[in-house]
T-cell receptor, first 111, second 119 residues
Framework: QKEVEQNSGPLSVPEGAIASLNCTYS??????FFWYRQYSGKSPELIMS????GDKEDGRFTAQLNKASQYVSLLIRDSQPSDSATYLC???????????FGAGTRLAVHP | EAQVTQNPRYLITVTGKKLTVTCSQN?????MSWYRQDPGLGLRQIYY???????DKGDVPEGYKVSRKEKRNFPLILESPSPNQTSLYFC??????????????????FGPGTRLTVL
């Protein structure tokens, strides 16, 4: 059974700072990785996907992947209070329709 | 608007009373899944479907049934609910990608969730 590990937090950062969220995974053969954002009581929303080693940037979000270390991270630049949410890391488990989710890291951005 | 819908959004019921949670998507997606989310345990897959009449168990299928008679609908059935099925349930769908983009198959789009309480 594949595993995805995240620090549950909460991670507290001041407004305008960089928030760094980390995720490790157990299956060295994993090819794709997803970051979802989930506001309290709401459904997960896909914000980033990454398939190759290195960095992928989208606006204020940067995903970083290091397959050798089995480590994927999400950086949020210029953090805003509206970024306060739980961030879920997910890795496919073989088939086309199954994701293994980490338990999520709660981010709190304070003014 | 492209979306996944679920009904009901909230449900309180009693042990043993059969219930169905509906899920519908208007994006013509082939793949659909049901997840449950519990504090500290994250999202766990209950059942999934790769197309009409094709379903399979996920990680926590006990106590649940599904059907996929139409491409757009994927209802979750609890024949005899028990208190340990109290949870937040999400339906999700994803498209089948062309061969060169098959790694994108797991980009799933979630419904708004159904909060179920079984007394």
């Amino acid at each position: 059974q594949k595993e995805v590990e995240q620090n549950s937090g909460p991670l507290s950062v001041p407004e305008g700072a960089i928030a760094s969220l980390n995720c490790t995974y157990s299956d060295r053969g994993s090819q794709s990785f997803f970051w979802y954002r989930q506001y309290s009581g709401k459904s997960p929303e896909l914000i980033m996907s990454i398939y190759s080693n290195g960095d992928k940037e989208d606006g204020r979000f940067t995903a970083q992947l290091n397959k050798a270390s089995q480590y994927v991270s999400l950086l949020i630049r210029d953090s805003q209070p509206s970024d306060s949410a739980t961030y879920l890391c997910a890795v496919p488990d073989g088939g086309y329709n199954k994701l293994i989710f980490g338990a999520g890291t709660r981010l709190a951005v304070h003014p | 608007e492209a979306q996944v819908t679920q009904n009901p959004r909230y449900l309180i019921t009693v042990t043993g009373k059969k219930l169905t949670v509906t899920c519908s998507q208007n994006m013509n997606h082939e793949y659909m899944s049901w997840y449950r989310q519990d504090p500290g345990l994250g999202l766990r897959q209950i059942y999934y479907s790769m197309n009409v009449e094709v379903t399979d168990k996920g990680d926590v299928p006990e106590g649940y049934k599904v059907s996929r008679k139409e491409k757009r609908n994927f209802p979750l059935i609890l024949e005899s609910p028990s208190p340990n099925q109290t949870s937040l349930y999400f339906c999700a769908s994803s498209p089948r990608r062309d061969r060169g983009l098959s790694y994108l198959n797991n980009e799933q789009f979630f419904g708004p969730g159904t909060r179920l309480t079984v007394l």
